[in-house]
């Protein structure tokens, strides 16, 4: 299996795209935001997707996450061929192999920062015991330990975005797709942010996906890859 040039072992590819295509009616023109893009992850691999604002990033992100579906092409994770699934069986597949941060974290105010961590756990019907022990194993890990009873109004940006990877990793997913996760946040924070996502990358094996526009985290890839014209190209290799 190739991808911009390289050649892959299918059984090291965790998530592979194929021909994806996405339209988009805008005053009543047709706007195709992706034509017919190819793209494979690899196990572990850390992967930024460059692109000015508005190319499409969210967009290839959605479509990756099963969040859109495509007018065209397939993507397969851990070789499911995810949306022949019915509606049903794709929602719970994605609560249990891929996590999601955004730039705005979209936690739930009324939450502490534990209970936010346990939501995915608690909508795949994972014990409350269980769901639990994992966010605040979580929230240790991400350096929010004694931050656990706080909710998000009572925490910082960066917190707030930490509490966000906890429930994005809660249900132990090999796929982590970020969505300008560090576009809120100052650049103190966005490299506390850069730093955990490595440390999770070399200690639980997870692989990311991140849209962004900060050249700095992009050069902490594996692979940097630009969006534009609807297709992704490479940028460079850093390791």
């Known amino acids: 299996m190739t991808d911009h040039g390289r050649t892959m072992p299918a059984a090291d590819v965790l998530l592979s795209a194929r021909g994806l295509v996405k339209t988009f009616s805008h005053g ?41 579906r495509p007018d065209q092409g397939t993507v397969t994770v851990e070789s499911e061929n995810v949306f022949a699934l019915s509606e049903r069986r794709l929602a719970a597949f994605r609560n249990g192999h891929m996590g999601f941060v955004f ?10 920062a534990l209970e936010n ?5 608690i909508i795949a019907g994972l ?46 997913p090999r796929l982590i797709l970020a969505d300008e996760p560090t576009g809120n946040l100052d650049d103190a924070t966005s490299e506390e942010v850069h730093n955990l996502f490595a440390d999770l990358n070399n200690r639980f094996g997870v692989a990311f996906l991140v ?5 700095r985290l992009a050069a902490r890839m594996d692979r940097v890859l630009r969006l534009e014209d ?3 190209h490479v940028v460079e290799a850093n390791g």
């Not at 730039?103 to 502490?112: A, G, I, K, R, T």
């Not at 330990?145 to 132990?172: D, I, K, N, W």
């Open 127 to 172: 014990s409350r015991r269980e769901a639990e022990s994992r966010a605040r194993t979580l929230l240790d890990d991400v350096g929010l330990a004694t931050r656990a009873s706080h909710r998000p109004a009572e925490l910082s940006g960066g917190e707030q975005q930490r509490v966000a990877l906890a429930r994005a990793l809660v249900m132990r």
């Open 28 to 68: 009543g023109r047709e706007i195709q935001v992706l034509r017919g893009l190819d793209l494979d992850v690899t196990r572990g691999e850390r992967v930024a997707i460059l692109g000015k604002s508005g190319v499409g990033k969210s967009t290839l992100l959605h479509v990756l996450g099963t969040l859109d």
């Open 230 to 232: 609807g297709i992704v």
């Open 211 to 215: 849209a962004t526009h900060n050249r």
């Open 117 to 121: 961590a346990m939501i995915p756990a």
């Open 103 to 112: 730039q705005f974290h979209h936690l739930l105010p009324e939450f502490s």
